[in-house]
């Protein structure tokens, strides 16, 4: 149980393109979702928390604008990387939070911007 | 706020020996505490958690890890390392009671496995 899914696990594309990853909890509900960014050998840092049915709540530096968040339903929330240029290359990870409050990941999505 | 440190960035352990993987908190309650696993490129597995009760928690795979408030530490462990054990570990903080139950993560101890 407690399953989290990402698609895609990677993507490239050229720069000043949109990119959008799903995150989906496959036999939980979760109504709050995370979205993480890790650099290479760093620690996860948070970027925004979303709450079905209501705006995202972004960490102080993220941009909103540029990192688009709806969390649809109780199993799917989205990220949209509007714009996306290289600088913006990293491994993204939500995770869902079910309801004894443990979060649980999923496997990650590589983003590469030419 | 909450904060996490791992003092040990890389550990290497060899097959059979025991682990012990360090992690200090600072939070002013009782925090909800986690220890996560990531296989490169990969996403991160819960290994185990501590809300309240029993001090020594155990998870999957072998570990364990025992919450010691007068060190705000919470420490995991592991009699025999297998070599699949090499990995990145995080150590995580949660608060209580802020709804959103933000985590705060560790910076990672890398755990290396010599034959």
């Known amino acids: 149980g407690a399953v989290v899914s990402q698609h895609p696990s990677w993507v490239i594309c050229k720069s000043g393109t949109s990119v959008k990853i799903e995150c989906r909890s496959l036999d939980f509900q979760a109504t709050t979702m995370f979205w993480y960014r890790q650099f290479p050998k760093q620690s996860l840092m948070l970027m925004a928390t979303?709450?079905?049915?209501?705006?995202?709540?972004?960490e102080q530096g993220v941009e909103k604008d540029k990192f688009l968040i709806n969390h649809a339903s109780l199993t799917l929330s989205t990220l949209t990387v509007t714009s996306a240029h290289p600088e913006d290359s990293s491994f993204y990870i939500c995770?869902?939070?079910?309801?004894?409050?443990?979060?649980?990941f999923g496997p990650g999505t590589r983003l590469t911007v030419l | 706020a909450q904060s996490v440190t791992q003092p040990d960035i890389h550990i290497t352990v060899s097959e059979g020996a025991s682990l012990e993987l360090r992690c200090n908190y600072s939070y002013g309650a009782t925090p909800y505490l986690f220890w996560y696993v990531q296989s490169p490129g990969q996403g991160l597995q819960l290994l185990l958690k501590?809300?309240?009760?029993?001090?020594l928690v155990q998870g999957i795979k072998g570990f364990e890890a025992e919450f010691k408030r007068s060190q705000s530490s919470f420490n995991l462990r592991k009699p025999s390392v297998h070599w699949s054990d090499a990995a990145e570990y995080f150590c995580?903080?949660?608060?209580?009671?802020?709804?959103?139950?933000?985590?705060?993560f560790g910076t990672g101890t890398r755990l290396l496995v010599s034959p």
């Open positions: 979303s709450n079905e049915g209501s705006k995202a709540t972004y």
């Open positions: 995770s869902a939070r079910e309801v004894t409050d443990t979060q649980y």
């Open positions: 995580a903080v949660g608060a209580r009671g802020t709804g959103f139950q933000k985590l705060v």
């Open positions: 501590y809300f309240s009760g029993d001090t």
